[in-house]
């Protein structure tokens, strides 16, 4: 029942009962006993008022904690971030950098190389063993600073051999050998798969980049 209603109830009862007093109250009587009616109805419509707003107020201040609740939650849910494992990196300073996923061990010749920082400085050390395939190796050393990218440089001698570096980098003071018998690849040794051996005394071994420019040789003594 909507308060119209309650006050037009109200009303229709006042003047009901106050037809019905007109013919046995005086003008006095009837006035206050009008005064008096009026004053009940309007208490009793300013009570049913009451009552309607205390029920939706109520009402509403259990909404709004509930939407208040749902926005945290909300907030809370996007402000999560899923991160995911980045590829790992095995870097050595005589050897290879290699990525690989989490979990699996590093393997040589795998990894995309990076520019150098400093291009820097490449030596041939020496050759040891020459002569000897089982022991006959090339030593190659970074004597410059940062990181140097060998992947794709040429190891070659005056005879026409010639060794393609897979992906290698060398750090500062890193050194690589490089065996002329065949054997498994690492971050410290290479292998150029030749079944005999190659270097001779006198013979001059050259180290050339990937665009063909010499950058260090050796005289075997």
């Known amino acids: 029942m909507s308060i119209n209603q309650i006050q037009h109830g109200g009303y229709?009862?006042?003047k009901i009962v106050l037809l019905?007093?007109?013919s046995v109250m005086n003008p006095w009587k009837r006035l206050l006993f009008y005064l008096i009616l009026n004053a009940i109805v309007s208490a009793v419509t300013t009570l049913t008022v009451l009552t309607i707003w205390d029920r939706n107020h109520q009402t509403a201040a259990v909404i709004q904690p509930v939407s208040q609740l749902a926005a945290t939650v909300t907030q809370q849910a996007a402000s999560l971030k899923i991160s995911t494992?980045?590829?790992a990196v095995t870097a050595g300073s005589a050897g290879t950098v290699v990525a690989t996923k989490p979990g699996t061990p590093a393997e040589v010749g795998t990894a995309t190389p990076k520019a150098a920082a400093n291009t820097g400085d490449i030596q041939i050390e020496n050759v040891f063993g020459v002569g000897d395939l089982n022991t006959e190796v090339v030593l190659l050393k970074r004597t410059g600073n940062g990181e140097l990218w060998l992947t794709g440089w040429r190891l070659e001698d005056e005879n026409n051999h010639?060794?393609?570096?897979p992906e290698l980098m060398l750090n500062k003071d890193?050194?690589?050998?490089?065996?002329?018998?065949?054997?498994?690849?690492s971050v410290i040794e290479l292998h150029m798969g030749i079944k005999e051996a190659i270097?001779?005394?006198?013979?001059l071994v050259s180290l050339?980049?990937?665009?063909?420019a010499v950058r260090a040789t050796y005289r075997i003594p």
């Open 12 to 14: 229709c009862i006042a």
């Open 20 to 22: 019905f007093h007109q």
């Open 85 to 87: 494992p980045s590829p």
């Open 162 to 165: 010639r060794y393609v570096l």
């Open 174 to 185: 890193g050194a690589i050998k490089v065996y002329t018998k065949p054997g498994t690849n």
């Open 199 to 203: 270097w001779s005394s006198g013979e």
């Open 208 to 212: 050339m980049d990937q665009n063909g």
